[in-house]
């Protein structure tokens, strides 16, 4: 299944490590990652989105309920 994140971008969920909100953890995120709401870490990397990490959670939590098995 797949985490739409904004931006017409969408990660695997079952590649997805964290979803962290930039605010909370400003010290370990580039300066550029300020314009952004929250940060995805993946197996592939690190991703940010203006979307709130509680809303991707949300979504995320959604999409776990309904996987097959």
């Known amino acids: 299944m797949y985490l739409h994140i904004g931006s017409d971008m969408m990660l695997q969920t079952d590649s997805i490590i964290g979803i962290f909100d930039v605010s909370t953890v400003k010290t370990f995120f580039p300066p550029t990652a300020n314009k952004y709401s929250s940060g995805i870490l993946t197996d592939k990397g ?5 979307i709130s990490s509680l809303t991707l959670k949300k979504r995320a939590e959604v999409i776990f309920t309904h ?3």
Do not use: A, K, T, V
């Not at 690190?46 to 203006?50: K, V």
């Open 46 to 50: 690190l991703f940010f989105s203006e």
């Open 67 to 69: 996987e097959q098995p």
